[in-house]
């Protein structure tokens, strides 16, 4: 149960009846109604009200609940006077308000509980608030919304004001607080909402008619029985505040759940700390020379390009520490790595031939909804190629984001992708999860260049130093993430 469903459930116990007992010696809600009545008829007969039209009966059909017997059924208009804005030719415009003077209050200026008093509180003169035919405000008086904010209200706390065309006045006819209290519950609770869904006659924009709110359902108790609610409610309140905050750090902390436990996971995966190590399946220094030797054949066979020494990988290039068995090294050395060729879209040789771009590629997937194509000469068509097995990693956008190709089709890519093609049968998948990891934590950010537009250069990749483990420790490790990773997905 959220907070609000929490609240609300209290504030629908309020005006059904449910959240204090009653007591007889308190009264009916009847003989306040009569009292109520009494009020209303000297105001009118002082001239200080109107004598409005009589109000529909209530049938049973429109009674949404039981309520106590002491209590009564009423129509707002019984009890309280609503009070439209001016919407005249003296209605000011708002370029003429400014932020001294007599408030007055639009919907912005309603926070639920009282008027608020800040820069969006805006001002007539005194000559424009005398030429107001209605819509004048006194202390004490409940503001309530009926067109856009349907229902945002307010109690208004200055000596007087005037209210813009989108809201109403609820003022009680009796000097004494009989309806204030609980009639501002009343405002926050579902069986209001339910009113208002009920008598709605907006389209586009939400939209009450005055006499239509007037003729709201009202549950009322006796005045001592309102005010042992109204104590109530503000004693639960803050319980409501303290379930709030804890439920929002849950509701944080479930949020954040699933990235967290996907960010430790690949963590462990790196740091050889998911499966455990095998001495049997022999060493990653095993494995590196095993891929130097292949190399080597390459080189000679004219296949790949005898490429510059790479530095030495000194300790502080080094971010964590990893098993004995397991080796850093440098990209290119286990590895060949290609960016793609920005392509001539004038170009009229060569052959039409499907290509990868940057937004094709997602983290671990590929987009191929809206595969582009153009012509490629020969010469370019082997060299800008992918192939199942290879490793494509975004150059640009969000540089580092990378995925697999798996399908059987090669195809060709464009500049702002680097293709990762292992030597030695290494597990390419494997380091797409561990670039992965790279970027949450900040390794491949530092390598970024450009300011507005990011990029991982060619050079920036060569640099990268990642863990090489036994080959087969990186089947496992990937099996161990493909059963798991799933899992924090389904949490999200």
Not at 248 to 257: C, G, H, I, Q, V
Not at 405 to 410: G, V
Request: proline share 5%; hydrophobic share 35%.
């Amino acid at each position: 149960m959220t907070p609000q469903e929490l609240k609300n459930s209290i504030l629908q116990l309020a005006v059904q009846g449910k959240l204090v007992e009653q007591r007889e010696e308190e009264g009916t809600g009847e003989e306040l109604y009569r009292q109520i009545q009494k009020e209303k008829t000297k105001l009118i007969k002082e001239g200080k009200i109107k004598k409005e039209k009589p109000l529909p009966e209530i049938t049973e059909d429109e009674i949404p609940f039981d309520i106590p017997e002491r209590w009564r059924w009423v129509r707002v208009a019984e009890i309280a006077s609503i009070i439209n804005g001016d919407r005249g030719k003296n209605y000011p415009a708002k370029s003429t308000l400014s932020h001294k003077g007599i408030p007055f209050i639009s919907a912005q200026n309603l926070d639920g509980n009282t008027v608020i008093e800040d820069e969006n509180l805006l001002c007539l003169t005194e000559q424009q608030y005398d030429k107001l035919r209605s819509g004048k405000l006194i202390k004490g008086d409940i503001v309530v919304c009926i067109r856009g904010s349907l229902g945002k209200h307010g109690r208004y706390p200055f000596e007087k004001g005037a209210i813009a065309s989108s809201l109403v006045i609820v003022r009680q006819f009796t000097s004494e607080d009989v309806l204030t209290g609980l009639f501002m519950a009343y405002l926050d609770s579902p069986l209001f909402f339910s009113e208002i869904r009920r008598y709605d006659n907006g389209t586009a924009q939400p939209n009450l008619a005055a006499q239509s709110f007037e003729q709201f359902l009202f549950p009322l108790p006796p005045l001592a029985e309102q005010k042992r609610i109204v104590a109530k409610i503000e004693e639960l309140l803050p319980y409501i505040d303290r379930y709030e905050e804890a439920w929002s750090k849950l509701e944080d902390f479930n949020a954040r759940f699933p990235g967290d436990m996907q960010k430790s996971l690949l963590q462990y995966a790196i740091q050889g700390k998911l499966v455990e190590q095998r001495a049997e399946e022999g060493t990653g220094e095993e494995l590196y020379r095993q891929i130097q030797k292949e190399k080597a054949k390459l080189i000679r066979e004219g296949k790949i390009k005898k490429e510059k020494p790479l530095p030495e990988i000194s300790e502080d290039e080094i971010p964590f520490d990893i098993p004995e068995g397991w080796k850093w090294v440098r990209l290119p050395s286990i590895a060949s790595l290609c960016l793609g060729k920005m392509l001539d879209r004038q170009k009229n040789t060569g052959t039409f031939m499907h290509y990868l771009r940057n937004v094709n590629v997602q983290w671990g997937r590929f987009n191929l909804d809206d595969i582009l194509e153009m012509k490629f000469e020969n010469v370019d068509s082997e060299r800008f190629l992918i192939r199942k097995g290879d490793l494509v990693m975004c150059e640009g956008g969000e540089p580092g984001r990378c995925a697999v190709w798996q399908f059987e089709d090669s195809i060709h890519f464009q500049k702002a992708l680097h293709r990762i093609r292992f030597f030695g049968g290494l597990n390419s998948s494997l380091y797409q999860f561990f670039f992965r990891y790279y970027s949450d934590c900040g390794i491949l950010n530092a390598l970024f260049t450009g300011t507005t537009i990011k990029h991982l250069t060619g050079q920036a990749l060569e640099k990268i130093i990642v863990p090489l483990p036994p080959l087969a420790e990186q089947k496992r490790i990937v099996a161990k993430l493909e059963e798991l990773l799933p899992l924090c997905e389904k949490l999200k």
